[in-house]
């Protein structure tokens, strides 16, 4: 056997015994330290309800767990109000919130470091007014062959002056309530006979400046819209632009049985604007971008802001004005 073979065969058995010594390693990594979560929204003339949790680790995929024994106290200006009782679902107080007061929540549990948080509930900001008018939808585009057309959607100013506080924080959601059809069962067409139910938030956009925050498209308390600051017109008024194209909600799945007739000339509308606090703002933002990264493993993580001292989550308060108007379509 000459000296090439020799060298094959020695380099293949050291390189087979390397690949067989394999020895299995048991990592002990320390278990991330749960905090108590907070997640209470709180407005005036409603009772406060809380939820409270533990927190998981960054991999887990459990549900979060209820905190059964805890003691949450409930202040009101720094004067103790109540304790919380517990529910099958959270803590409740019996005492409801004022508009121009501060809330303390203190927490204490066993098994937790003790925790705290408040908030201010802020007066409702009224709606001036709000024009109306038809503009065209390029993101409809229908083609006819000889011809084609772009959609049409419905263009909201809503016009608003500032308080004049230093910074103000705000959500708002153009809202309507679903058609009502009656089926004739013999012809099997259908007839409009009103609007009813509760409203509901229509899918909205928006090309307003105030807009700048990539994030800023959001939901609050079962309504989705757009979470906005005051910068552009702090002490003064503003014209806040907003889009909605109701045929393509109505005739696509959002009340309208299989995208079949046209609406009414008339549709009831309701816009809710809601006065927020600096700290749901924030938390609102850092959500969304943190839904935004979530399943990107090139992306920083972010970290989702809190206002509880000593663990997580967000306990804010918040108040609403609601314009109603009837939009007139043609």
Not at 58 to 76: C, D, G, N, T
Not at 97 to 110: A, D, K, Q, V, W
Not at 144 to 170: C, H, N, P, T, V
Not at 177 to 193: A, E, M
Request: hydrophobic letters at 35%; charged letters at 25%.
């Amino acid at each position: 056997m000459n000296t090439s073979y020799k060298l094959f065969f020695s380099l293949f058995f050291l390189v087979a015994n390397l690949l067989a010594c394999r020895t299995k390693m048991d990592i002990d990594l320390p278990e991330s330290k749960k905090h108590a979560v907070v997640n209470s929204l709180i407005t005036a003339g409603k009772p406060i309800f809380v939820e409270l949790s533990e927190s998981q680790g960054v991999f887990s995929r459990k549900p979060f767990a209820p905190i059964q024994e805890a003691h949450i106290k409930l202040y009101e200006d720094a004067q103790f109000v109540e304790e919380l009782q517990h529910t099958d679902t959270g803590y409740v107080s019996v005492a409801t919130p004022r508009f121009g007061h501060t809330y303390r929540l203190e927490i204490s549990n066993e098994d937790f470091s003790d925790v705290s948080t408040e908030t201010v509930l802020l007066p409702p900001l009224s709606i001036l007014s709000v024009d109306t008018m038809t503009v065209s939808d390029e993101s409809v585009y229908t083609d006819y062959g000889e011809s084609a057309e772009y959609g049409k959607k419905m263009q909201f100013k809503l016009k608003i002056k500032d308080r004049g506080r230093e910074a103000e924080y705000f959500f708002v959601s153009v809202c309507a309530q679903n058609p009502i059809y009656r089926i004739d069962t013999l012809t099997g067409k259908y007839t409009f006979k009103g609007f009813g139910g509760a409203y509901k938030s229509l899918p909205s956009d928006s090309d307003d400046p105030i807009f700048m925050n990539d994030n800023s498209y959001s939901f609050l308390e079962g309504f989705e819209g757009f979470v906005l600051n005051d910068h552009l017109f702090n002490k003064g008024e503003y014209n806040l632009e907003i889009s909605v194209n109701f045929d393509n909600h109505y005739n696509r799945g959002g009340g309208s049985p299989f995208g079949m007739e046209e609406l009414p000339d008339s549709i009831p509308v309701r816009i809710k604007f809601f006065s927020i606090c600096e700290d749901l703002y924030k938390y609102i933002i850092s959500y969304n971008k943190a839904e935004e990264t979530e399943f990107n493993p090139f992306s920083q993580p972010v970290k989702v802001f809190s206002n509880v001292q000593n663990g997580l989550g967000i306990f804010s308060g918040y108040s609403v004005t609601d314009y109603d108007l009837i939009l007139r379509r043609k």
